[in-house]
Structures are given as structure tokens and as C-alpha cells.
């Protein structure tokens, strides 16, 4: 027998030393890349030349291989870590859910049962049930962690559909008398047509409601598109009202859509994927109002809470729809509890320890610290809003959740162009997006980190690559 240590299973003397090690550089990494610029610059032919050689015949050492790995992060990827990331809703992490996956990582429990795991899903329960009562949810709510939105929403459609027929658990689409269907804004999640292809009521079953005018879903709209559909013999089945849609960070007027949700007796579902957060703040919490009416709501912790990504809730009011959608028992489980046991109440089966990492930033810093991070991040957007438009730039949202699409001023470049120069340039990272049918820079204050004097950078960057002047001259030069 041989008992020589294996490479993957190192001494605790030598685990210390390379999780040192791994510590000091990491930390290193991040000094440089805050001051460094946000775009990627990476030799893409060299790194793939490096990548070859790793044939994984001959081991490599623990230093080059930490070192290459951390170079290949510091200059391959978009550093949504760094201040000036102005993009989409991927902020950096807070330092208690960057501990959270080192804790998960070493222990390593498997959360499909209360039995083996119960401290983990006893931990996971408590942030939920704070979740919900944050949230303004009745008290008999429920939920879980989940892997993101997608799966989140997934949850709310599988729920939907089976409290709308109950045959729908054994017999799918097939249950329905007519064909199932549901509502959407049309600037909303698009995700929602792979979660209709993934349920198996196809993606025609989604119907894009048209907006107001100002981003937000039309109530309007919603009752004509239901109207019709009755009278068509298919069968709403949910209405999905998004509180920060992608694009604009609008919230769709939930009361207006929960009332009509009950009057057709349709599922009431939130994606509050990045809305969700501002329950932390007093002081805009308002404009969630009538997150309390839904049967169910979608929070991502990775998002405006952030932790580290893939950290999703499902929140329902409705937990025996919930147990009913996703029971299961097998003679190879310890125990099949509906009421503590993951796996027979959500889609998961093997689960991470997702969880921790929203349960220790609350923790450490509590509700009051995460309301002064969403009200510090509003308040930067209104400021880089007020010195844009000071500079004849023109803001053509409303958004109450730190996002903005910007117009350029008369005579500057197009949106594109300037997009692509800004990210060009290091300086920033912002991105080109839709809103009411025409391209607008769209730029969102995600990083809790983020300063004033990051914000006026970013004005800098926007107005160099706005002007026409200075195109014209780069152009000028290129041609001779």
C-alpha cells in the first residue's frame, strides 16, 4: 500500500502555508486591479498557447499554477470588483460572503437534507424567514436559497402551474384544458422564455406586455393581453411584474398587476432580482409597495446584497404549492421531511451552502448597513444624474434603483461608439442598452465602493468619447 501524500489531499502544515499564500496574493490582486483599468487586456493568442500546455500529465507546482490562475483573473475578465464597473448587477462582494465560500468550500455540507446538514439548513431558514419579514410577506411565507434568478423564477412558474391544475404534477401541460400562458413586460427578464421552453409549455406561452411609455409594465396592456386570451381558450396561469428591469430599473406598478393577478385568479409573482434589496432602506422601501400581495417573489442575494455570485431566494406565500411542485421520496435518503428537507421543496437536489454568505454579512453588519449601502448607491446615481445633465447630457429613465440610461447631448457621437470607446479607455465599464425602442448608455452604481470622484471620472471618459471634435481628429489621423 502506498502511503505517500496525494497532491490533492495536502498535510494541514501544508494546506496553511498555500492558503497563506493564496490570501496574501489574492489581496495583492485586488489593490491592483482597483487601481488598474477595468476591461480585460489579455493576450488572447498567448493565453491559449499557455492554456495547451497543460496537458494534466505532468503536475504542475502549487506556486506557478496559483500564481498563472490569479494573473489570468487580474487581466482576462471585466472587473466587476473594480469602483468604475458602472454595469450590470454584479457588484463586488462584501468581505463576510468572500469568507462564507472559504467556510462552505472546507466543510463541504450537502444541504438536501435537514438530517445530514441541519445547522446549515437551520441557518439558511433564519436568513429566509428575516428575508421575509423584511419584506413586509405574511408570516406564514417560506422559501429557499437558489442558484440565481433564473432558477428562482423557474420555482414561481413550476408553483403557478401547478396550483392552477394539480394534475400538472403527473401530467405536464397536458392537464390544461387549453393552453397555459403568462404575462411579462416586454422590458423584463428574457430569461423567462428559456424558463417557459424549460417547463414545457413552450415559449409561445409567454406573452410581452407592452409598457407605459416610462419602462414600466402598462396595466392596461395586461388586461387586454388576458382579456384575449380567454376569450382565445387559453389559460393565464401567472402575471410577473419586475421591480428593476435590466435595462432601465423600472418597477412595474405591483399593486395595479397583484389586483389584476387576484380578479383572474392568476398567480401574483415579483422578479425583485435587483430590486428586492431596497427593503433593507427605510428610506426608499416605499417603492417596493405591494411586494406584500405577491404569492411569491424572487430576491438575488449576488445582486444588490451582494455576496459572491450564485446566491438566488425564492420567496412564496404558499408553502404546501411549493412542497406539492417539488415532493420526492426515494429509499436512499435519510429522511423525506416536507417541511425542512431542500430537496423535496425545491428544484436542487445536491446543494451548496449558498446561504452563509447573505447569514454573515447580516450578521456582521445588520439591516441598518445594508440600507446605507442601497441609499449611498441612489444617492451617487442622482449625482452622476445632476453633473450629466449639467453637461447637456439628458437622462431618459425614472429609475428609483441606482440606474441610469443616458442620452448623449446634440453633435456628440452615437451611443455605440461612445460605449466602446469608454470601455475601450479602462476608465469605466458601462454598457449600450434599449430603453422605449432606442439605444441609451445605460450606466448603474453597483459597488459599494464606488466615490464621487469615481463618478466624475466617469463623466470624463463619457464627454472624451462623446466629442465629435476629437473623433474626428482620431479618424483624420487614422486615414493618412
Not at 383572474?264 to 411586494?291: N, Q
Not at 400581495?293 to 424572487?298: C, E, Q, R
Not at 435519510?334 to 454568505?357: A, H
Amino acid at each position: 500500500m502506498d502511503d505517500q501524500a496525494s497532491p490533492l489531499f495536502l498535510s494541514d502544515p501544508s494546506r496553511r502555508h498555500w492558503d497563506d499564500y493564496l490570501s496574501r496574493e489574492l489581496a495583492a490582486a485586488h489593490q491592483r486591479v482597483s487601481g488598474g483599468p477595468v476591461t480585460p487586456r489579455l493576450d488572447l493568442a498567448a493565453f491559449r498557447d499557455e492554456l495547451a500546455s497543460f496537458d494534466f500529465q505532468v503536475p504542475c507546482p502549487a506556486e506557478q499554477l496559483l500564481s498563472w490562475t490569479i494573473a489570468q483573473m487580474e487581466h482576462g475578465i471585466v472587473h466587476v470588483t473594480h469602483p468604475r464597473y458602472f454595469g450590470l448587477f454584479n457588484p463586488a462582494p462584501t468581505t463576510p460572503a468572500q469568507w462564507a465560500d472559504r467556510i462552505a468550500g472546507t466543510f463541504n455540507p450537502q444541504l438536501a437534507t435537514w438530517t445530514t446538514s441541519s445547522a446549515a439548513v437551520e441557518i439558511e431558514a433564519h436568513v429566509i424567514r428575516a428575508v421575509i419579514h423584511r419584506a413586509g410577506l405574511p408570516a406564514r411565507a417560506t422559501g429557499h436559497f437558489t442558484t440565481g434568478g433564473a432558477e428562482a423564477n423557474y420555482t414561481a412558474l413550476i408553483c403557478a402551474l401547478t396550483r392552477a391544475d394539480p394534475a400538472f404534477s403527473v401530467d405536464g401541460a397536458r392537464a390544461f384544458r387549453g393552453r397555459p400562458v403568462f404575462y411579462i413586460s416586454r422590458e423584463s427578464h428574457l430569461a423567462w422564455l428559456k424558463i417557459a421552453h424549460q417547463a414545457g409549455i413552450g415559449r409561445s406561452a409567454v406573452r410581452l406586455i407592452a409598457t407605459d411609455g416610462s419602462g414600466r409594465m402598462d396595466p392596461n396592456a395586461l388586461a387586454g393581453a388576458i382579456a384575449a386570451d380567454r376569450a382565445s381558450g387559453c389559460i393565464p396561469i401567472m402575471v410577473v411584474a419586475t421591480a428593476g428591469t435590466t435595462n432601465a430599473g423600472m418597477i412595474d406598478p405591483l399593486a395595479a398587476c397583484a389586483e389584476l393577478a387576484r380578479t383572474e385568479g392568476a398567480w401574483f409573482h415579483i422578479d425583485a432580482a435587483w430590486g428586492g434589496a431596497v427593503i433593507a432602506s427605510r428610506k426608499h422601501k416605499h417603492v417596493l409597495a405591494g411586494i406584500e400581495l405577491a404569492d411569491s417573489v424572487t430576491i438575488d442575494a449576488h445582486k444588490w446584497f451582494a455576496t459572491t455570485m450564485g446566491c438566488g431566494m425564492f420567496l412564496t406565500a404558499h408553502g404546501s404549492i411549493l412542497s406539492s411542485a417539488f415532493a420526492v421520496s426515494t429509499g436512499y435518503m435519510p429522511s423525506n421531511d416536507r417541511e425542512r428537507d431542500p430537496y423535496v421543496l425545491s428544484l436542487q437536489w445536491s446543494r451548496r451552502f449558498l446561504g452563509l454568505r447573505l447569514f454573515l454579512s447580516l450578521a456582521l453588519a445588520g439591516w441598518n448597513a445594508y440600507a446605507h449601502h442601497v441609499d449611498r448607491a441612489i444617492d451617487l446615481a442622482d449625482r452622476l444624474s445632476a453633473i450629466l445633465a449639467a453637461r447637456g447630457w439628458r437622462i431618459a429613465n425614472r429609475s428609483s434603483l441606482a440606474v441610469l440610461c443616458i442620452d448623449p447631448p446634440p453633435g456628440a457621437a452615437d451611443v455605440r461608439t461612445i460605449v466602446s470607446k469608454v470601455l475601450a479607455s479602462g476608465r469605466g465599464w458601462i454598457s449600450a442598452a434599449t430603453f422605449e425602442g432606442r439605444d441609451v448608455i445605460r450606466a448603474c452604481i453597483t459597488h459599494g465602493e464606488t466615490s464621487l470622484q469615481d463618478i466624475e471620472t466617469l463623466v470624463d471618459a463619457l464627454a472624451a468619447a462623446g466629442d465629435p471634435v476629437a473623433l474626428r481628429s482620431a479618424d483624420e489621423n487614422l486615414s493618412r
